[in-house]
């Protein structure tokens, strides 16, 4: 008797088990947002390992599903997951045998706990999630769903730190992502699969982030793609924010050495970068701003590419409707005109001639520098008096009677601002110091 309720119980659990496979996504959506349906799961962890360990590929499935369901939860049970030594059998369920979906809710669920504290990625990483990852990103079925769930998930894990980002591109992640970049940027490609895009942008933008900075050599094979996605047109929405990533990118990779610029300068970006500063996006400006200052850190024949696109015609009208702007985009196009002033030629931020004096003012490099000292960043202030420094002191160099740079200034009455921060307690001496030796 004892044993056919033994065999009542197994086959009731058996057919409640099935029912439960068979009905998953049901149960999950129903659970989403009840917080006792939620923590009767949480309670079930113990029971969704064991299925989870089983030979039974229903079992697993359902168990997957749901483990993934807690992970992505508000306050999600990550350490309890991990104790009940399950992620192993999350990479294990990438393998080719298993089907599409088993596939994504275990991606899904190494995602969520790659996005945790430091130690809860490790064992992600651990249990050999990057190598199944990578497999994923090169398949060569259109499973784009999957492919963009990976593409993030990679990007969690190089989101930690820089070292755990070097790890990530040591396995060639590099070359997978681009590809899907590259092979996605053609209608109707491009907007059938932005989703794709989008996560594939962002993981590119974390791959080239961080302090310190990656190896350039690692990374610059984005170049050609990356040349690519700031040229993507409309550069609004989901597009957009492609876009910036790609323009995020481009800042990170030009803060460096002259040979870095000269690589973005081969690779042709540019004039693009220069037309993008009339957008009204922020974001997009701001990385473009950031990118400008660093290209006005190079040297001189690297200047002079932006210079012959009109970058300081586009400079000059955002700081002219700096309204327009937040203070970060305010401040970085000073520091791109403070950059130039201080770090170009004689000929490039100098009056040398009646050419170079119409050139100069004709491109508003004095003007907003001017009109900016007062402002209420003090970053920013600092930045316009070292640019107008460095004017004044090639205009001393180049007229030996008078300096005419002074009469510009004091035509937008730059002078006058100046006098105004002599007792400002972090500028007052600089401004003093100014004043003493150019001030008329």
């Known amino acids: 008797m004892e044993s056919i309720r033994k065999i009542n119980r197994e086959l009731i659990l058996f057919f409640k088990r099935n029912h439960e496979f068979f009905h998953v996504e049901r149960c999950i959506e129903d659970a989403a947002g009840d917080p006792i349906a939620i923590k009767k799961m949480f309670d079930s962890i113990p029971v969704m390992a064991s299925d989870l360990m089983s030979g039974n590929e229903s079992f697993q499935f359902a168990a997957t599903a749901r483990l993934s369901f807690l992970l992505s939860t508000e306050n999600p049970p990550i350490d309890v997951v991990i104790q009940s030594g399950v992620v192993p059998h999350f990479v294990r369920f990438l393998n080719e045998q298993y089907g599409l979906q088993h596939k994504l809710y275990s991606v899904r669920a190494l995602y969520a706990i790659g996005k945790g504290s430091l130690e809860q990625a490790v ?7 990057i190598p199944m990852f990578i497999r994923l990103l090169c398949c060569s079925e259109e499973c784009y769903q999957l492919k963009e769930l990976v593409a993030a998930a ?23 992502l681009l590809s899907l970049l590259d092979n996605h940027l053609e209608p109707p490609m491009l907007h059938e699969k932005i989703a794709l895009l989008r996560a594939c942008s ?3 933008a974390i791959f080239c982030q961080g302090n310190p900075a990656p190896s350039f ?15 993507l047109n409309p550069p609004v929405g989901v597009i957009g924010e492609v876009c910036e990533d790609a323009c995020l990118c481009l800042s990170y990779l030009s803060n460096g050495s002259a040979e870095q610029i000269q690589a973005l300068i081969d690779a042709d970006v540019c004039a693009r970068l220069v037309m993008l500063l009339g957008l009204s996006d922020g974001k997009i400006v701001e990385h473009v701003l950031r990118t400008v200052g660093n ?18 015609f586009r400079l000059n009208a955002i700081l002219m409707h700096a309204d327009n702007y937040d203070v970060e985009v305010r401040w970085d196009a000073a520091c791109a005109l403070s950059n130039a002033a201080r770090r170009g030629s004689n000929e490039q931020i100098s009056l040398h001639d009646l050419y170079s004096f119409r050139f100069l003012v004709n491109q508003g490099c004095i003007g907003p520098l001017c009109d900016h000292i007062l402002c209420p960043d003090r970053k920013t202030s600092i930045l316009c008096l070292k640019g107008l420094k460095s ?21 937008f009455d730059g002078f006058g601002k100046i006098e105004k921060l002599q007792s400002d307690p972090d500028i007052g001496e600089m401004a003093m110091k100014l004043l003493m030796k150019y001030g008329v």
């Open 123 to 129: 064992v992600v990483i651990k249990h050999g999630a």
């Open 154 to 176: 990679l990007g969690s894990l190089a989101n930690q730190s820089p070292d755990f980002r070097d790890y990530v591109l040591q396995f060639g992640t590099l070359t997978p």
């Open 391 to 411: 004017i004044l002191k090639a205009g001393e160099i180049m007229y030996s009677t008078r300096n005419l740079y002074t009469l510009v200034i004091t035509d």
């Open 217 to 231: 050599n690692q990374i610059r094979s984005a170049l050609p793609i990356l040349r690519r996605l700031i040229h």
């Open 295 to 312: 290209i006005f850190k190079g040297v001189d024949s690297q200047i002079q590419i932006l210079i012959n696109n009109g970058v300081f």
């Open 202 to 204: 962002n993981t590119l």
